[in-house]
């Protein structure tokens, strides 16, 4: 693949895939014990009686590590990933203790500014577990400089 720099080096589906993360339990509760204090996400016996029926990450945990991941793609080279919104984020399937994730990133849209040196990329990601299923989904409204 082309080295990617400036919004100008991106084309419709060009990919990216990211490196692999291992998610454990203490990863899964310190997360949660700071940001998301649910049963589902601190105790085993408590979380069999919700309907993930057994320990699952918070979705913002799997939202941050997607963006971690992401961010460790440098799927715009070496600018930062800086967005303005995001569309389709959805948590399709709970992520367990000592799940394999990766991602998988799609360009999906490009729209040059008419009147800035930049451009907006819609880059559909994809988090996957070790089985190959999908977990997750976001596609953000990034904010790509061009050439000058």
Do not use: C
Request: proline share 8%.
């Amino acid at each position: 693949m082309a080295q990617v720099e400036w919004f100008d080096d991106l084309t419709i589906g060009m990919r990216f895939k990211s490196p692999e993360v291992h998610v454990t339990e203490a990863d899964i509760k310190r997360f949660a014990a700071e940001f998301d204090p649910q049963p589902m996400h601190l105790d085993h016996e408590a979380a069999k009686a919700t309907l993930f029926k057994g320990l699952a990450a918070s979705g913002w945990h799997t939202a941050a590590i997607a963006m971690n991941l992401a961010i460790q793609t440098r799927p715009f080279g070496p600018h930062p990933l800086i967005g303005a919104g995001v569309d389709g984020l959805r948590w399709t399937m709970p992520v367990r203790p000592n799940d394999r994730l990766h991602l998988v990133g799609e360009v999906m849209s490009l729209t040059p500014s008419k009147s800035k040196p930049q451009g907006i990329a819609l880059v559909k990601w994809t988090m996957f577990n070790q089985n190959g299923e999908e977990v997750y989904t976001f596609t953000p409204i990034a904010i790509v400089p061009r050439r000058a």
